[in-house]
């Protein structure tokens, strides 16, 4: 396994460990996390193509917080909390839409696409309203090669192209803005908490133990590392024909991508983003996938598939190929954190070791370290300590 070392400039005797187990558990932590960690983070929403005509929107909710993202009559694509200015209604339901006018479903006001509140039934009966003053809350957006992405709060952190900024030449050949989706974003509830499922994103040691499928194809070139805000993990399709139809047949129909360089043609490339973002991209397709955060052992994983057009047959097969291949991984990794989430409820469990090999989990331990510092304690501190 190729991998890259992780070097800090002051040594840190919590370096070689993991994360404490209660920190993936603990309400008081998840309400820390919340707020440190999810209201100023970047969470990706949708491609610039979901949201082509005056009108769209596509919505995401986190962190109790629901977010329109909705292109205006002038083209621009402007982001608001999901919340009525009246009594607190949300405004529309569901993942995506069109509409010419955000219109309450309570009371009817009514709100232009650029957040203006211009209609408000008997406005006379309202003394303290100042029309001007109650338009839609509006939420800090971002479009980064064609993915919008948005924030609740900005706490000085890095924008996403800066977060992206040592991979742009490696990402540039993919041609994200022209990209379109295949199919609907696809919600999975899982019983663990969100860093195992970061965790295992990240992770390579479990790729030749855990999932034979990735190991047939990949032989030993999977490779991770770490940079300050990002993780990349890659993999090339070897010549050895797998044992498994599907995984042989991918190999045999995936067709030359005349846009790519060589060495993408047969490469599988992935990409986490601080703290739950990752982009999974292969010479037929790129997926993004996040895992969003519902409560101190549970989490959503948001997902879904873009591609540039190609009609020939064999990616077509390709594509559909690669969705049984990966359902299987993703079966296999829902098994694993699901095992880890439960082990952690052990008291005989705290932290565990970690190898010079896992360079992005010790960078991201780290990290959360940095940012919530009762993450270096062994024992969960007495409750209420998040207030």
């Not at 596509?58 to 919340?83: K, P």
């Not at 609740?152 to 803005?177: H, K, N, T, W």
């Not at 090339?236 to 005349?258: C, F, G, K, T």
């Amino acid at each position: 396994m190729a991998t890259a070392p992780l070097h800090s400039a002051n040594a840190d005797p919590l370096d070689g460990w993991s994360l404490p187990a209660w920190t993936y558990s603990d309400p008081d932590f998840y309400a820390a996390e919340v707020e440190r960690i999810f209201r100023p983070s970047w969470q990706v929403v949708c491609h610039d193509s979901d949201i082509a005509n005056p009108g769209d929107w596509h919505s995401i909710d986190y962190v109790g917080e629901s977010v329109i993202l909705v292109r205006g009559t002038d083209a621009i694509v402007r982001a608001f909390t999901n919340v009525c200015r009246h009594r607190g209604s949300r405004l529309v339901d569901g993942a995506a839409g069109c509409a010419k006018k955000l219109v309450c479903p309570y009371h009817a006001w009514t709100y232009e696409l650029d957040g203006r509140l211009t209609g408000v039934p008997d406005s006379a009966s309202y003394p303290t309203l100042d029309k001007g003053r109650a338009g839609l809350a509006p939420v800090e957006a971002e479009n980064w090669r064609g993915f919008w992405f948005v924030r609740l709060e900005d706490d000085g952190g890095p924008s996403v192209a800066e977060m992206m900024a040592p991979y742009e030449a490696m990402i540039e050949p993919y041609r994200f803005e022209e990209l379109g989706a295949l199919g609907r974003v696809t919600l999975r509830p899982r019983d663990v908490n969100w860093k195992n499922v970061g965790d295992n994103y990240s992770d390579g040691l479990h790729i030749p133990v855990a999932h034979p499928g990735l190991t047939r194809l990949f032989g030993k070139s999977y490779g991770v590392e770490a940079e300050s805000q990002v993780d990349r993990m890659w993999g090339d399709l070897i010549d050895r024909p797998s044992a498994n139809w599907s995984e042989r047949l991918y190999q045999r129909l995936l067709p030359p991508v005349p846009h790519l360089p060589a060495n993408r043609q047969r490469h599988w490339l992935y990409f986490k983003l601080w703290p739950n973002v990752a982009f999974d991209i292969y010479p037929d397709q790129v997926d993004f996938m996040q895992w969003l955060p519902t409560g101190p052992t549970s989490c959503l994983i948001r997902e879904i598939s873009y591609v540039l057009p190609d009609d020939r047959r064999e990616m077509r097969a390709a594509r559909y190929l690669n969705w049984r291949i990966n359902r299987q991984v993703n079966a296999e990794d829902t098994a694993l954190i699901t095992r880890v989430q439960q082990g952690m409820a052990s008291r005989s469990f705290s932290m565990g070791p970690l190898s010079d090999k896992e360079v992005c989990l010790r960078h991201f331990c780290a990290r959360m370290r940095e940012i919530i510092p009762e993450a270096r304690l062994e024992q969960a501190p007495v409750a209420g300590w998040s207030r």
